[in-house]
């Protein structure tokens, strides 16, 4: 969006709010905001930069045009993976993107997004908001004065486009595939190649061959691709990202300057975004894994248990690595470990047999 | 809490509000609102009144002191089956509940709270927020001059607490178990009998051998009810509400009175404490779990996959004659029946894998 036409919105939602609470006069006198946030998705990206959109607005109206935020989809003021330094050397206020694009920085990032054979959706929230995960996020990005919130979350990402057939974890070697983070340092240590390339060129390179293999996210974003027309299987599920966080992050400075309401509208406004992006998220995966298999007659695979079993253990060792890399990526890590071991006798009997036999 | 201390902390928070964003001189020129709300919950009840408390609070803040909403327990001022009435009648502004309760009025009520093998949180949120859930929810209610929301979840409930094994559908014969509902309805037609008890009475009742069985919530409610010391076996998971929603109820006109944004504020303190509330079942739950097994002692049963068969099947007869009992329920039933469908095979890739394989 242009500045000027955004600045006409910003206007008529302010006056909107104002308008419609009476309060014209009342907010005037208020103290306001106007922040940009800048995100690392392309313009218009379902659900991700939609959602990014869809958070700005909320805070404007609750804050009755106190607090407006102006959202630049990655690439319009900073380069996509910019976002979080941009933010820390208030650049930009705000940003929406996702914690283990800065695992290159310390690798406790990851945690904070995902992790193989990690937590899925619910378990993540419940480690933000229950256990210490929010407050280990806040621990250690205050070293890069930046205040995190969760703000939305993919659920179980598939995956990946496979042109050749995974039965046993042999298949792993010499498969040349395109999967970053430790997803790639897992499927590396069972012989595969890991190939690095920017969205824009997976298509072809799966195409022509240069890649056997493709991670995405899920059905309705990697429909958009159309990875369908030029890889033989989908398989699921996304055992390197079950769950991945997405997060909202606010320069010290600017966060330390807002009055205490104006927090709290941020903590709701984000609260409300988690949830219903991760509805969005299940709600289009499962209409487009519909279309996939009875449009497209995709041949949808499951890893065999077998596979995942290997996976797990190899994810396992890698990620003890990656804790020992760093004093609070070994804190993160411990706690995550902890809660994960605390969880899961409770998953077992609730969530699993709602999975396996009620469903 | 008593009125006057109500009173003075509503001053204190309002107070509060208004000195941190500079705007005492602003706020007080604003309408301002002060509601009552009544729930279905006994004086600090956990995770639910105090959620129902935290809400309220919340709305204060955000509102900037200008919808504050006194809540009082059940008992307090209604009892607590008398909450939809209330609201319904305008006696008191807003509620908090489970649409279940009211299923007298109409069987289609059931369906916004869970029904036997239906959804579980995840599935049920999808429905509300981006299916035809919460759209329905608002038809039904509007003939009762009341508009719901979605507040907070249980997740997946436990089985009961058993004096007897079930090892096939034929222990649930002569079985006398207390179970209201839908789950009741179920068990009743596999042979057992059902047996109604207010809450004070079911530990005696368990103990004495008047019932065999009984249901509750799930670990962090049952075990402050001491059942692990009169009953043999804990059983999950409990088939018969796999994700019971609760609500939050306001008068049509105490709404409509409400100018757009304190409108906002309500939808947005709701989902946060959909999700708050969601997660805070989840972590009491597990640690409550971890306490039975590791303390008590309790004998964990899983119910045999063919018993939860046999008990889907007989559901899904039971809640398609609760389907046509009245146009609604049918209408209701429909629609969350194709919903399951559609998104089924989403979940068998992705949150199922997640719990068998991943986890």
């Given amino acids: 969006m242009e500045r000027r036409s955004f600045l006409k919105k910003v206007g008529a939602a302010a006056l909107g709010a104002t308008a419609l609470s009476h309060s014209r006069k009342a907010y005037s006198a208020e103290k306001r905001f106007l922040w940009r946030m800048v995100t690392s998705w392309p313009p218009n990206f379902p659900i991700l930069q939609t959602g990014a959109e869809r958070l700005a607005k909320r805070v404007g109206e609750l804050s009755g045009g106190r607090l407006m935020i102006q959202v630049y989809a990655g690439g319009e003021l900073v380069p996509p993976l910019g976002v979080f330094d941009a933010v820390s050397q208030g650049t930009v206020e705000c940003g929406h993107s996702a914690s283990y694009y800065w695992a290159g920085k310390n690798p406790a990032f990851q945690w904070f997004t995902s992790i193989p ?18 407050k280990l996020w806040r621990e250690l990005y205050s070293n890069f004065n930046i205040v995190p919130r969760p703000a939305g979350n993919t659920g179980v990402q598939m995956g990946g486009w496979f042109n050749k057939e995974i039965n ?20 590396k240590k069972v012989g595969a190649t890991v190939v690095l390339l920017p969205g824009g060129e997976i298509y072809t390179s799966l195409e022509r061959g240069v890649i056997d293999a493709t991670e995405w996210v899920g059905p309705a974003h990697d429909i958009r691709m159309g990875f369908h027309k030029v890889a033989k299987y989908y398989y699921g599920p996304g055992w390197h990202e079950p769950g991945s966080a997405l997060e ?14 104006l927090k709290q509208v941020l903590d709701v406004a984000c609260a409300e975004l988690n949830i219903q992006m991760l509805t969005e998220f299940e709600y289009e995966n499962a209409k487009a894994l519909k279309k996939l298999m009875n449009d497209h007659k995709v041949n949808l695979r499951h890893f065999p248990p077998q596979v995942l079993k290997k996976l797990r253990k190899v994810a396992k060792e890698t990620i003890e690595q990656e804790a020992q890399k760093d004093k609070m990526a070994k804190k993160v890590h411990e706690d995550f470990k902890a809660f994960q071991a605390l969880m899961a006798p409770w998953a077992n009997i609730s969530e699993q047999e709602y999975y396996t036999n009620i469903i």
Avoid at 117 to 132: C, D, R, V
Avoid at 248 to 261: Q, S, W
């Fill in 248 to 261: 909202f992050i606010v320069n010290k400075k600017a966060h330390d300057a807002l009055p205490e309401d």
């Fill in 117 to 134: 054979f990690g937590l899925n959706a619910q378990g993540m929230n419940t480690w933000f908001y229950q256990g210490n995960g929010l």
């Fill in 168 to 187: 046993t974890i042999d298949d792993f070697k010499g498969l040349k595939m395109r999967i970053p983070g430790l997803g790639g340092k897992v499927i």
